[in-house]
Structure formats: structure tokens, C-alpha cells
């Protein structure tokens, strides 16, 4: 269930943002830092042309002991007048569903929904994840929220 207050939060801005109409594009580098305990969190900025709703980013969480789970959201803004636009979670269990899905914010409804996607790479449930498959999940939930990796984008492993 969301808990998303913002006032920027709304069926028409999310509808735009997530289409070829926000022509969103990330700008500079992937970035990484690490933040309670050893749990790394990476971030790139993401501009679009919705004069409405400020810049947002796409931001992933890996956590070293658990490294084949990580968390993907595509956010907007910041504080409270901030939104996540949709969220990945790999390999973890909401019920009803047993493994990697997604959260589709849903403003009309006052939270979300979530439901498992068919075009997030797998990853098998191990200590270690293969060099690579961070960035091939993130970039396979860019390409579902319409956002495509600009040409100063650069990636580093976490």
C-alpha cells in the first residue's frame, strides 16, 4: 500500500511520465554509495519535457547479503513533494506473488498494484551476481517507463 501524499501524484502526470510524451533520458553517470551498514545505493538522474513535475532519477538498492535481490524505482522529485513512479522488487515475495514483480502506482486508488513482469532478466537466487545483470535490469525497467539512457550515461558495478 502507498502512503504517497504529493500533490504532483496525479493519473494525468503519471500517465504523461510514463509515455514517449515525457521524452525522459537519464543525464550523467550511474552512481553509487553505501548507506546503512553496507546495503549500495545507485542513482542517475532522469530529465523529461514535463514542464509540470520536476527532475527524477533512477535509483537501485543492492544488498550485499542478499545480492540477488535488488530493488529498482523510478522516482520524482524529492520529500514530500516527491513520487515513485513504479517499483521493481527481484526475487522477493508479495503475496500473491512468489518472486520478482512490480508496483504500477495507482493515483485513482491511493496506492499501488503490483504484478510480475516478463521483461526483467532472471536471476538466480546466489551469493554472487554475474557482472552485468545490474545494469541489464535496470535497463530493462528504463525501456518500460519510457526512459532511455542518455549519451553521457556511464554504469559501474555496486
Known sequence: MSRQISAL???????????????ATTVG????????????????AVRTELVALPTGRLRMTVNPLAPSEPRVQYLVGT???????????VNRMH????????????????????????DIPQVPLAPRV??????????????ECFVELGPDFSWSEP
Open 79 to 89: 520529500g514530500a513533494d516527491g513520487f515513485s513512479a513504479r517499483r521493481l522488487c
Open 9 to 23: 501524484l496525479t493519473s494525468a502526470n503519471l500517465e504523461a511520465l510514463l509515455s514517449p510524451l515525457a521524452q
Open 95 to 118: 503475496h500473491p506473488l512468489t518472486g520478482t514483480h512490480k508496483h504500477r502506482t495507482e493515483p485513482a486508488l491511493g496506492g499501488e498494484t503490483a504484478y510480475e513482469p516478463l
Open 130 to 143: 554475474a557482472p552485468g545483470t545490474y545494469r541489464a535490469i535496470l535497463e530493462a525497467f528504463a525501456r
Open 29 to 44: 553517470a550511474f552512481h553509487w554509495r553505501v548507506e546503512r551498514g553496507s546495503a549500495r545505493t545507485g542513482a542517475v
